[in-house]
């Protein structure tokens, strides 16, 4: 079975500080992955996600990732956090179905909740 | 394009009742994907639709279950309500079974008394 493990429940950083969010997962395969974001009340928003080829994947607010299969991990970064990036960021792994295709179960892990300090 | 967006938006309901909750899926996506975020918690898969069958389902009851329409909204029925169902529930959509990601839409507050 699919899983994801965020290893940090509350990450707190100063603006302008880099961030590092981390994101294991166990899947029997090359997995579909994803990071999510989530401000309080709200839906989520794809921050990015992997679905093959480059393992470094840029995505939208300055963020990216990394794929590394042998750690099975896909951390997420940004450079320099801004006060807005404060949020709930969610690592999820999707399945592979047949010819490729994603039959749409996302597993998410527990999340890290961002505080971002003036 | 539109967006995902979900109907209502916040729902009290009491224990034993029954509810439907509403999802008309971003322009263009035919797969439709329910999931439940309990507090503090990540969204838990419930099952998608793709071209109006179920083609996937999570570890939840049978009193949950749901519909797509032929315009790809869709439906989220829960019977037999209790208190644990009080949740945010989201909806996904996507095209052709989410190869290409999902788009979630905000979300409907369920709160169970």
């Known amino acids: 079975a699919q899983s994801v493990t965020q290893p940090d429940i509350h990450i707190t950083v100063s603006e302008g500080a880099s961030l590092e969010l981390r994101c294991n997962y166990s899947y029997g395969a090359t997995p579909y992955l994803f990071w999510y974001v989530q401000s309080p009340g709200q839906g989520l928003q794809l921050l990015l996600k992997y679905f093959s080829g480059d393992t470094l994947v840029q995505g939208i607010k300055g963020f990216e990732a990394e794929f590394k299969r042998s750690q099975s991990s896909f951390n997420l970064r940004k450079p320099s956090v801004h006060w807005s990036d404060a949020a709930e960021y969610f690592c999820?792994?999707?399945?592979?179905?047949?010819?490729?295709?994603?039959?749409?179960?996302?597993?998410f892990g527990q999340g890290t909740i961002l505080t971002v300090h003036p | 394009e539109t967006g995902v967006t979900q109907s209502p938006t916040h729902l009290i309901k009491t224990r034993g009742q029954q509810v439907t909750l509403r999802c008309s899926s971003q322009s263009g996506h035919n797969t439709v994907s329910w999931y439940q975020q309990a507090l503090g918690q990540g969204p838990q898969f419930i099952f998608q639709y793709y071209r109006e069958e179920e083609n996937g389902r999570g570890n939840f009851p049978p009193r949950f279950s749901g519909l797509q329409f032929p315009n790809y909204s869709s439906e989220l029925n829960v019977n037999a309500l209790e208190l644990d169902d009080s949740a945010l529930y989201l909806c996904?959509?996507?095209?052709?079974?989410?190869?290409?990601?999902?788009?979630f839409g905000s979300g409907t507050r369920l709160t169970v008394v």
């Open positions: 999820a792994v999707g399945s592979r179905g047949a010819g490729g295709t994603s039959y749409g179960k996302l597993t």
């Open positions: 996904a959509s996507s095209l052709d079974g989410g190869t290409y990601g999902y788009t």
